[in-house]
């Protein structure tokens, strides 16, 4: 059976999903396709009012501006696959999400680009591994500031890192270092709304230096962490 869907009928199936954010680029990064998710949460009436505009456009400019650098990537080639991700939007809300982004090819070449982000959902608390995982969870929980090995994790869990890794993207939905990631950057965002200096912040969540700290925060939340601080102030 020879079917394909179009972009405007993929754009219907999107719009059934609450939880996913959906959008389509052009090559000169403006929206093409979105579903009633993005359209929601940008608090816009309609996907007319998205259409045509970048990232940009539409989000504050410090996240505008990394998106759009992320989403030229893409259309140089570049593959983003699930990405832990936090989304802040122009009324400050936040949600964590996987985001992926793979560039659209024709006759011609790349010619945009497709995305998802996916909110991340609660764990699978009735997993039979669930319990086992959680021991290595409240682990992470009370030692994200320290430098944390994936076989000690396992052992905690008394499996093997490859179960490990393969049942906590089952029931977390993340890799243990995306979940790991994610602890210390919610930490340094608390920390970032006080007086602390942000190099103490980053040594204090588990970062090795001011530099790596900067570089994770930018790729997760999309700004800097001096960013950030500005924005929430």
């Known amino acids: 059976m020879d079917v394909q869907l179009s972009l405007d009928e993929l754009q219907d199936m999107f719009d059934a999903i609450p939880d996913v954010v959906f959008f389509i680029k052009d090559r000169q ?3 093409t396709h979105v579903n009633n998710t993005l359209v929601k949460r940008l608090g816009v009436k309609s996907r007319d009012e998205l259409v045509g505009k970048t990232a940009l456009q539409v989000f504050p400019e410090r996240l505008g501006s990394s998106y759009m650098s992320q989403d030229k990537r893409v259309l140089e080639g570049e593959l983003i696959e699930n990405q832990l991700e936090l989304h802040l939007y122009a009324n400050r809300t936040a949600g964590w999400c996987l985001t992926i982004k793979r560039p659209l090819t024709g006759g011609k070449g790349i010619g945009g680009l497709i995305g998802i982000s996916r909110d991340l959902g609660r764990p699978d608390n009735r997993h039979s591994s669930f319990i086992r995982l959680q021991r290595a969870l409240e682990h992470m929980q009370a030692n994200y500031g320290l430098p944390l090995r994936v076989q000690a994790l396992a052992d905690i869990a008394g499996v ?7 049942l ?11 979940l790991l990631t994610k602890l210390r950057i919610e930490e340094a965002m608390r920390l970032l709304q006080t007086e602390m200096n942000i190099a103490e912040i980053g040594q204090s969540c588990g970062f090795s230096d001011q530099s790596a700290f900067s570089r994770q925060f930018k790729a997760t939340v999309g700004i800097t962490p001096r960013d950030y601080r500005a924005m929430m102030r």
């Open 29 to 31: 990064c403006r929206y």
């Open 160 to 166: 093997s890192v490859a179960q490990l890794e393969r």
């Open 168 to 178: 906590f993207k089952r029931v977390f939905q993340l890799s243990p270092q995306q």
